[in-house]
């Protein structure tokens, strides 16, 4: 099955700075990539999603990059506010037929703190 | 509207004991997933229904019974549970399990749940 893999596992920024969170998949089946962002006690929400005929998306200050060959994908957070603080997850959603259909395969998280 | 309603917000039950957890959405999906959180991972799949179909079980305890009345509607019945079961319950709907924007997963607000 599909494996993702997220790093870093923490992230400090001070506020205006950039933050920057990585994932890797292993299935080349995969081509829907969303990003979660999971604050404190509250549900996932999504942020911003890519699918694999686009290698860049942009929404305002979120971006996420897509490189199908190497099979990674970023998250970029730009002038970052206290707010962002927050868990960060990445998934991998394939396209195959069958069980794995519609699925989303979690990265482990990113801790981002954004000091003031 | 992308609103999954969960109830209730939080849940005490001994180990004996037999509840449910509810969850509701008016957004069309027919594709509802049931998901378990611990605390700063992430979610985990245990079920998916497609079409009020059981599509996936991901080999989930049968102390854990899910239940799909309507397409609207989606219940996990807990029955006999551990201390280990205590987790963060999460649902989320999308509309179906196609590509595409229909794989789209919303969540809810979950349930914690606490096992005595």
């Known amino acids: 099955g599909e494996n993702v893999e997220q790093h870093p596992s923490t992230l400090s920024v001070q506020e205006g700075d950039s933050a920057v969170i990585k994932c890797t998949y292993s299935?080349?089946?995969?081509?829907?990539f969303p990003w979660y962002k999971q604050e404190l006690g509250k549900r996932p929400q999504l942020i911003i999603d890519i699918r694999s005929n686009v290698g860049e998306k942009k929404d305002q200050r979120i971006a996420v990059t897509l490189n199908k060959t190497a099979k990674h994908f970023s998250l970029h957070i730009t002038e970052t506010q206290p707010e962002d603080s927050a868990v960060y997850f990445c998934a991998a959603s394939p396209r195959v037929r069958g069980s794995t259909l519609g699925r989303l395969y979690f990265g482990r998280g990113t801790q981002l703190t954004v000091w003031p | 509207d992308t609103e999954v309603t969960q109830t209730p917000k939080h849940l005490v039950m001994g180990m004996t004991n037999k509840k449910s957890l509810k969850c509701e959405q008016h957004m069309g999906h027919r594709a509802m997933y049931w998901y378990k959180q611990k605390a700063k991972k992430p979610p985990e799949l245990m079920f998916v229904y497609s079409y009020e179909k059981l599509s996936i079980n991901e080999s989930v305890p049968s102390r854990f019974s899910p239940e799909c009345p309507n397409s609207s509607l989606l219940n996990l019945h807990l029955h006999a549970l551990q201390p280990e079961d205590s987790a963060l319950y999460l649902c989320?709907?999308?509309?179906?399990?196609?590509?595409?924007?229909?794989?789209?997963?919303?969540f809810g607000a979950g349930t914690r749940l606490s096992v005595l």
């Open positions: 299935d080349s089946a995969s081509n829907y």
């Open positions: 989320a709907s999308s509309q179906d399990r196609g590509e595409g924007a229909k794989n789209i997963q919303y």
